[in-house]
Protein backbone atom coordinates (compact mmCIF):
# COMPACT_ATOMS: atom_id res chain seq x y z
CA UNK A 1 0.00 0.00 0.00
CA UNK A 2 1.39 3.47 -1.30
CA UNK A 3 0.49 6.68 -1.08
CA UNK A 4 2.82 8.93 -2.97
CA UNK A 5 0.44 12.10 -3.77
CA UNK A 6 -0.84 11.58 -0.13
CA UNK A 7 2.65 12.25 1.27
CA UNK A 8 3.00 15.12 -1.22
CA UNK A 9 -0.12 16.87 -0.78
CA UNK A 10 0.87 16.71 3.49
CA UNK A 11 4.36 17.68 2.60
CA UNK A 12 2.85 20.64 0.61
CA UNK A 13 0.26 21.22 3.52
CA UNK A 14 3.48 21.66 5.74
CA UNK A 15 5.24 24.20 3.72
CA UNK A 16 2.48 26.18 3.08
CA UNK A 17 1.85 26.01 6.92
CA UNK A 18 5.81 26.21 7.87
CA UNK A 19 5.48 29.72 5.67
CA UNK A 20 2.02 31.16 6.97
CA UNK A 21 1.91 31.09 2.78
CA UNK A 22 4.95 33.75 2.44
CA UNK A 23 7.19 31.48 0.35
CA UNK A 24 10.50 32.76 0.31
CA UNK A 25 11.74 34.03 -2.90
CA UNK A 26 13.65 30.76 -4.02
CA UNK A 27 10.63 28.65 -2.99
CA UNK A 28 7.80 31.00 -4.52
CA UNK A 29 5.65 30.10 -7.48
CA UNK A 30 5.42 34.02 -8.42
CA UNK A 31 8.69 35.47 -7.47
CA UNK A 32 7.66 39.31 -8.79
CA UNK A 33 5.06 40.60 -10.66
CA UNK A 34 5.04 43.68 -12.67
CA UNK A 35 2.53 46.17 -12.28
CA UNK A 36 1.82 49.59 -14.62
CA UNK A 37 0.36 52.73 -13.19
CA UNK A 38 -1.45 53.80 -16.50
CA UNK A 39 -1.79 51.88 -19.93
CA UNK A 40 0.78 54.16 -21.25
CA UNK A 41 3.49 51.96 -19.61
CA UNK A 42 1.69 49.04 -20.62
CA UNK A 43 4.87 48.09 -23.23
CA UNK A 44 7.78 48.96 -20.90
CA UNK A 45 5.98 46.30 -18.47
CA UNK A 46 5.94 43.48 -20.88
CA UNK A 47 9.57 44.35 -21.75
CA UNK A 48 10.67 43.82 -17.88
CA UNK A 49 8.46 41.14 -17.44
CA UNK A 50 10.38 39.28 -20.41
CA UNK A 51 13.70 40.32 -19.82
CA UNK A 52 13.07 38.79 -15.90
CA UNK A 53 11.58 35.66 -17.37
CA UNK A 54 14.81 35.25 -19.65
CA UNK A 55 16.93 35.23 -16.52
CA UNK A 56 15.10 32.58 -15.17
CA UNK A 57 12.69 34.98 -12.17
CA UNK A 58 8.83 33.84 -12.25
CA UNK A 59 7.28 36.81 -13.11
CA UNK A 60 3.73 37.27 -13.54
CA UNK A 61 2.16 40.98 -14.95
CA UNK A 62 -0.67 42.90 -13.94
CA UNK A 63 -2.21 45.55 -16.67
CA UNK A 64 -5.54 45.61 -15.24
CA UNK A 65 -7.32 48.87 -15.24
CA UNK A 66 -7.35 49.59 -11.07
CA UNK A 67 -5.64 51.95 -9.32
CA UNK A 68 -1.85 51.16 -8.21
CA UNK A 69 -2.81 50.96 -5.26
CA UNK A 70 -5.58 47.99 -5.29
CA UNK A 71 -2.75 46.32 -7.43
CA UNK A 72 -0.21 46.59 -4.46
CA UNK A 73 -3.14 45.80 -1.95
CA UNK A 74 -4.17 42.37 -3.92
CA UNK A 75 -0.55 41.25 -4.79
CA UNK A 76 0.28 41.69 -0.94
CA UNK A 77 -2.33 39.53 0.23
CA UNK A 78 -1.20 36.85 -2.56
CA UNK A 79 2.07 37.33 -0.35
CA UNK A 80 3.88 37.90 -3.69
CA UNK A 81 7.54 38.57 -2.25
CA UNK A 82 8.82 41.50 -5.21
CA UNK A 83 6.22 44.07 -6.48
CA UNK A 84 7.82 45.99 -9.60
CA UNK A 85 5.66 49.37 -10.43
CA UNK A 86 6.28 51.03 -13.75
CA UNK A 87 5.23 55.27 -14.14
CA UNK A 88 6.11 57.70 -16.35
CA UNK A 89 9.61 58.36 -14.89
CA UNK A 90 10.02 54.63 -14.74
CA UNK A 91 9.81 54.11 -18.51
CA UNK A 92 11.84 57.50 -18.95
CA UNK A 93 14.61 56.80 -17.04
CA UNK A 94 14.36 53.08 -18.16
CA UNK A 95 13.95 51.92 -14.26
CA UNK A 96 11.91 49.86 -12.52
CA UNK A 97 10.36 50.80 -8.65
CA UNK A 98 10.94 47.98 -6.19
CA UNK A 99 8.13 47.19 -3.12
CA UNK A 100 8.47 43.95 -0.95
CA UNK A 101 5.60 42.06 0.23
CA UNK A 102 6.38 43.11 3.93
CA UNK A 103 5.96 46.96 2.74
CA UNK A 104 9.53 48.46 2.61
CA UNK A 105 10.33 50.37 -0.66
CA UNK A 106 13.56 49.52 -2.42
CA UNK A 107 13.48 52.29 -4.69
CA UNK A 108 14.13 52.63 -7.98
CA UNK A 109 16.91 50.20 -10.01
CA UNK A 110 17.73 49.05 -13.64
CA UNK A 111 16.26 45.75 -14.63
CA UNK A 112 19.55 44.15 -14.54
CA UNK A 113 20.25 45.68 -11.31
CA UNK A 114 16.87 43.94 -10.36
CA UNK A 115 17.41 40.64 -11.38
CA UNK A 116 21.00 40.14 -9.93
CA UNK A 117 19.61 40.96 -6.65
CA UNK A 118 17.00 38.52 -7.08
CA UNK A 119 19.59 35.75 -8.50
CA UNK A 120 21.76 36.86 -5.60
CA UNK A 121 19.10 36.27 -3.12
CA UNK A 122 17.67 32.62 -4.67
CA UNK A 123 22.12 31.60 -4.61
CA UNK A 124 22.22 32.40 -1.10
CA UNK A 125 19.55 29.98 -0.63
CA UNK A 126 21.22 27.60 -3.02
CA UNK A 127 25.27 28.09 -1.41
CA UNK A 128 23.30 27.14 2.36
CA UNK A 129 21.36 23.85 0.48
CA UNK A 130 24.66 23.11 -0.54
CA UNK A 131 26.35 23.38 2.62
CA UNK A 132 23.55 21.52 4.48
CA UNK A 133 23.76 18.41 2.27
CA UNK A 134 27.95 18.35 2.01
CA UNK A 135 27.55 17.75 6.07
Given at each position: ????????????????????????????????????????????????QKAMNAQGIRTE???????????????????????????????????????????SNLGTMSVDALV????????????????????
Amino acid sequence: HRALLGSLERFTGIMIENYSGEFPLWLAPVQAVVMNITDAQADYAREVQKAMNAQGIRTEIDLRNEKIGYKIRTQTLDKVPYMIVIGDREVENREVAVRKRDGSNLGTMSVDALVNRLSEEVAERRAIGEEISDN
